[in-house]
């Protein structure tokens, strides 16, 4: 039986990369911009304002907790500022429940922000063709 390779004395992060995050606000912007573009009808334009202010919250909160914790003490000694993404993604990822590599992590944390935004574009392509 043939037991899977663990990488020992690798190192291990737990913090998010910046590049990720700026990736999720790219990302929440594109959604916003193309739910705008998608359902431009004057009648919809307060439930668009709704929409764009949550999607606006929900990338503010997160940001307002990162810079928090960045100031404090742990934060500070956690946060590498000059880390290649490259460095990251190739390093353990610590989760919760389980450790996996930087470029899975990536993967999972903006594969849903992705799909919506890429979802929210193609309506908005195929609305605009039609």
């Known amino acids: 039986m043939n037991k899977p ?6 190192p291990v992060v737990d913090h998010v990369h910046p590049a990720i995050r700026k990736a999720i606000i790219g990302l ?9 573009i ?20 929900a990338v503010a ?21 000059n880390e290649r993404f490259t ?6 990822f610590e989760t919760w429940q389980y450790r996996t590599t930087g470029a899975h992590a990536a993967a ?4 849903p922000i992705a799909a919506v935004a890429l979802g929210m574009t193609a309506f908005a392509i195929v609305s605009l063709f039609t």
């Open 5 to 10: 390779i663990i990488g020992h004395n690798r």
């Open 28 to 36: 929440a912007l594109i959604f916003v911009l193309s739910a705008w």
């Open 38 to 57: 998608f359902a431009g009808d004057s009648y919809v334009g307060y439930l668009l304002a709704v929409v764009s202010g949550f999607v606006f919250m």
């Open 61 to 81: 909160l997160p940001y307002k907790l990162w810079r928090a914790w960045r100031g404090s003490d742990v934060g500070a000694q956690a946060q590498d500022s």
């Open 87 to 92: 460095d990251w993604a190739s390093r353990e």
């Open 108 to 111: 999972e944390i903006l594969l």
